[in-house]
T-cell receptor
Framework: AQKVTQAQTEISVVEKEDVTLDCVYETRDTTYYLFWYKQPPSGELVFLIRRNSFDEQNEISGRYSWNFQKSTSSFNFTITASQVVDSAVYFCALSGYYGQNFVFGPGTRLSVLP | DVKVTQSSRYLVKRTGEKVFLECVQDMDHENMFWYRQDPGLGLRLIYFSYDVKMKEKGDIPEGYSVSREKKERFSLILESASTNQTSMYLC????????????????FGSGTQLSVL
């Protein structure tokens, strides 16, 4: 069975601090995809990134960066110089290679205080 | 833009009623999913379907069934609604990788808030 764990339920930081959201996954598949989604207070789920299991290269997109380590089954997400607009619930997710069995972690609620 | 439409935004039903939640997508996606979202529990997968008439149980299928008679439509059925099924239900779809897919991310509907009294 596939499983995603996000051990941090809630995190509070002050604006401009860096923050890392942890994600650990379990799967028996040899090929799979990992994702991060953001859910702001409006409720809509916003896609942030997809990673396939073949590609362990870390990725940076503006203030966002992702660290994928297959050896520890982790896919952590770092926000640099956080802003109030980053306040949201962040979900890590995992799917099979064909997009099936798409499961989410329980989410981490990030509050960025001014 | 991909559109995933859920038939109702809010729904109130009574215990024991049969409830149908409908979801339609307009992008010819193979994969469709039903989730429920509860505070502190995130999104939990109820059922998914990877083709017409094909379905697979997710993490919490008990008390639910699904139907996929047409590619664009995926229905979630609560045979006999109970109060512990009060939740936000989210439908999603995605394209299967390998068919000129530029990405395989999920596209979500706006959700149905179901209250069972």
């Amino acid at each position: 069975a596939q499983k995603v764990t996000q051990a941090q339920t809630e995190i509070s930081v002050v604006e401009k601090e860096d923050v890392t959201l942890d994600c650990v996954y379990e799967t028996r598949d040899t090929t799979y995809y990992l994702f991060w989604y953001k859910q702001p207070p409006s409720g809509e789920l916003v896609f942030l990134i997809r990673r396939n299991s073949f590609d362990e290269q870390n990725e940076i997109s503006g203030r966002y960066s992702w660290n994928f380590q297959k050896s520890t089954s982790s896919f952590n997400f770092t926000i640099t110089a956080s802003q109030v607009v980053d306040s949201a619930v962040y979900f890590c997710a995992l799917s099979g290679y064909y997009g099936q069995n798409f499961v989410f972690g329980p989410g981490t609620r990030l509050s960025v205080l001014p | 833009d991909v559109k995933v439409t859920q038939s109702s935004r809010y729904l109130v039903k009574r215990t024991g009623e049969k409830v149908f939640l409908e979801c339609v997508q307009d992008m010819d996606h193979e994969n469709m999913f039903w989730y429920r979202q509860d505070p502190g529990l995130g999104l939990r997968l109820i059922y998914f379907s990877y083709d017409v008439k094909m379905k697979e149980k997710g993490d919490i299928p008990e008390g639910y069934s699904v139907s996929r008679e047409k590619k664009e439509r995926f229905s979630l059925i609560l045979e006999s609604a109970s109060t512990n099924q009060t939740s936000m239900y989210l439908c999603a779809s995605s394209q299967r990788p390998g068919r000129n897919a530029t990405n395989e991310k999920l596209f979500f509907g706006s959700g149905t808030q179901l209250s069972v009294l």
